[in-house]
């Protein structure tokens, strides 16, 4: 079963929402900016970088989503490559935040308690769906699936 283009899309959106949401995150519910103030300032700026990076490629990759829906589904060498980057990207993501965060608390507040499952079912979603598109591309390309 091929993946519906309005999954694709969806995740898109939802990417972009999740690089443009990631300041307010940082700044607001977990004080990021005066966290950083205290590492020394080459390590500061390794650390802005580093989020600026997270929020660049979930943008890029939201954006690759509403750009080139089909062409992430065409089973293509490049489809193979790009799915299967953003899938490992989001299940990285997903691994990450279910082995290390739930060592640390986020606010009480019931916004953010709700922002925490909202966020946490986006990257399940963006996770399964890339997989199921890299899979999908996989076999297209070594012939196991018809185009």
């Known amino acids: 079963m091929n993946v519906p283009n309005g999954l694709i899309i969806a995740g898109g959106i939802g990417q972009i929402f999740t ?3 990631y300041p307010y ?3 607001v519910v977990f004080d990021w900016y005066n966290d950083v103030k205290k590492l020394k300032p080459l390590n500061q700026e390794i650390a802005k970088t580093y989020g600026r990076y997270i929020q660049g490629l979930n943008f890029a990759f939201g954006l690759i989503a ?3 829906t089909s062409e992430l589904k065409d089973g293509t060498g490049l489809a193979v490559a790009l799915t299967g980057l953003i899938a490992a990207y989001w299940v990285g993501k997903v ?3 279910f ?3 739930p060592m640390y608390t ?3 507040k019931t ?3 709700i922002g925490e499952v909202g966020m ?3 990257f399940l979603f963006f996770a399964a769906t890339y997989t199921w598109l890299f899979i999908q591309n996989v076999r297209m390309h070594y012939g196991v699936l018809a185009p």
Do not use: D, M, W
């Open 19 to 21: 690089a443009l949401v």
């Open 25 to 27: 995150i940082r700044h």
């Open 66 to 68: 509403l750009l080139f």
């Open 95 to 97: 691994a990450t935040q």
């Open 99 to 101: 082995s290390y965060y």
């Open 106 to 108: 986020i606010p009480k």
């Open 111 to 113: 916004i953010f308690k």
């Open 120 to 122: 946490n079912a986006l």
